[in-house]
């Protein structure tokens, strides 16, 4: 069965794709099965300058899902483009670079920086700076910063195909997404974590330095599942799901209520061979259930 897909622009030879800060910068995994085996690796979020993250703890462990407040920790984008991206067999899965800043004008000059770059398939745009004017709460809450954000990227980024990744954190995921879409994105991706926190009733602290942190893993899923299905209904623009994805069931799940690919996340911390396990999984599975082609087969939920 053929597994390849369109994501806009972007064709990709299956539907499987790493989610970022799950997968390192790919080269990580590469010990646990072949990288270009995948339908893509979304790399660690990228900033101008490299970041040493949060102050630790900053991952815990809930019942179905994990808490993390890692803080875009990286080693900047000038240092991935030289000592990361050439190793990567760029020329047989899709890289796609995960963009991390907190204003529009930085967006740009990142997207800038990456979009020229033979290698870099799409940029995958992560708007949930937490905005210190307005206390901290996400940066992409705000659909017209989302507007001018996807603005400011597609003004840099050339023909490279942008994805902007969505929180799920609001009140209306269709709004943001339908800014993205007015913005010109090419793509949306949803979702990023929701906001969370563990504490501990014995040593009276949060099990996280930052106190709160981002939930992913299985207990998200029914969250980000009603967020693809809301935001596929929404707009034109291929959604690419993801959200506690840890099987192939999953992840068809996430196609029939409107995905064109998906991501795995917490999953890979989990069974680091899971993502290139799971392409063999989904093709099992779709050929099973008689589905002929996936393109065909998104967003055919019946309600
Ligand atoms: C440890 C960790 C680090 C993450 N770092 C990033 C990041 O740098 N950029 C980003 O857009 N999302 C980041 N995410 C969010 C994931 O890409 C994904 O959206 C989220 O975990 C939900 O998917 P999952 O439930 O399959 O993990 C991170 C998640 C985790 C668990």
Known sequence: MDLSVSVGPLRLKNPVLTASGTFGYGLEFSRYGDLSKLGGIVVKGLSLKPRQGNPMPRIAETPCGMLNAIGIQNIGVEAFLKQKLPRLPHDRTAIIANLYACDEA???????????????????????????????????????VVHRVTEEVKKRSGNTPVMIKLSPNVDDIALAARAAEEGGADAVSAINTLVGMAVDVRTR??????????LSGPAIKPVALRCVYQIARAVSL????????????????????????????TANFIRPDFAFDLVDELEKLAGELGIESL?????????
Do not use: H, W
């Not at 210190?132 to 992409?140: I, P």
């Not at 602290?205 to 981002?214: E, Q, R, S, T």
């Not at 690419?240 to 996340?265: H, K, R």
């Open 238 to 265: 291929p959604v690419v799901g993801l959200g506690g994805i840890s099987s192939a069931e999953d992840a068809l799940e996430f196609m029939l209520v409107g995905a064109s690919a998906v991501q795995v996340g």
């Open 205 to 214: 602290k949060p099990a996280l330095a930052n106190i709160v942190g981002g």
């Open 106 to 144: 930085e967006f740009g000059e990142l997207a800038g920086v990456l979009a020229g770059e033979e290698g870099i398939a799409a940029l995958e745009v992560n708007v949930s700076c937490p905005n210190v004017k307005s206390g901290g709460a996400a940066f992409g809450r705000d659909p017209s």
């Open 295 to 303: 393109d065909a087969y998104r967003g055919s939920l019946e309600t």
